[in-house]
T-cell receptor, first 114, second 114 residues
Framework: SQQGEEDPQALSIQEGENATMNCSYK?????LQWYRQNSGRGLVHLIL?????REKHSGRLRVTLDTSKKSSSLLITASRAADTASYFC??????????????FGQGTRLTINP | DGGITQSPKYLFRKEGQNVTLSCEQN?????MYWYRQDPGQGLRLIYY???????QKGDIAEGYSVSREKKESFPLTVTSAQKNPTAFYLC?????????????FGPGTRLTVL
């Protein structure tokens, strides 16, 4: 299976702490993307890291990619209650020109306690 | 949720009925996708479309059908052949890929079979 695996499945921390989520995958990829989903809602794109990149930052988010280990991590610094959500990594493969397939992990449910 | 709308938000279906889920985007995206999400799970690809009048099966296409008569619209029909249709359905779209690209998601439709 191409599906990524996320670790941990659930994470509960205090507001202000950092949260780290990990994603592992099995085959070569074009890029890896992280999405957030609030309960019962659609997914919101957070950050995309290409296969030739090792680290990207966006605000309080930091993503790393290690293609030799086929793994990625998402770090959220100085967490806030509003960060409470499920976080998914998605590995991207081109299927035909103009479209790419995203293979999603099962997600990490993050709870920020006030 | 960007410029993608899905309707209805909630849908109830009796066994044996076909139902159609709507997805419309005003982002001028070429590619569109349908995903299914089961509780506590990641997303699985049902169908995708690169251009008008063309679409391809994803990983779990059995029991579903789609059409792409307009660039802006990509409706999904859940047929009576789908054995377990109760799920959360998400539509997404993306630009013609010239490299890695982001998918933008709609707010989803929750389908329940009575």
């Amino acid at each position: 299976s191409q599906q990524g695996e996320e670790d941990p499945q659930a994470l509960s921390i205090q507001e202000g702490e950092n949260a780290t989520m990990n994603c592992s995958y099995k085959t070569s990829i074009n890029n890896l993307q992280w999405y957030r989903q609030n309960s019962g809602r659609g997914l919101v794109h957070l950050i995309l890291i290409r296969s030739n990149e090792r680290e990207k930052h966006s605000g309080r988010l930091r993503v790393t990619l290690d293609t030799s280990k086929k793994s990625s991590s998402l770090l959220i610094t100085a967490s806030r209650a509003a960060d409470t959500a499920s976080y998914f990594c998605a590995t991207a493969f081109f299927i035909i020109q103009g479209a790419q397939k995203l293979v999603f992990g099962q997600g990490t449910r993050l709870t920020i306690n006030p | 949720d960007g410029g993608i709308t899905q309707s209805p938000k909630y849908l109830f279906r009796k066994e044996g009925q076909n139902v159609t889920l709507s997805c419309e985007q005003n982002l001028n995206h070429d590619a569109m996708y349908w995903y299914r999400q089961d509780p506590g799970q990641g997303l699985r690809l049902i169908y995708y479309s690169q251009i008008v009048n063309d679409f391809q099966k994803g990983d779990i296409a059995e029991g579903y059908s789609v059409s792409r008569e307009k660039k802006e619209s990509f409706p999904l029909t859940v047929t009576s052949a789908q054995k377990n249709p109760t799920a959360f359905y998400l539509c997404a779209s993306s630009f013609w890929a010239r490299g890695a690209d982001t998918q933008y998601f709609g707010p989803g439709t929750r389908l329940t079979v009575l």
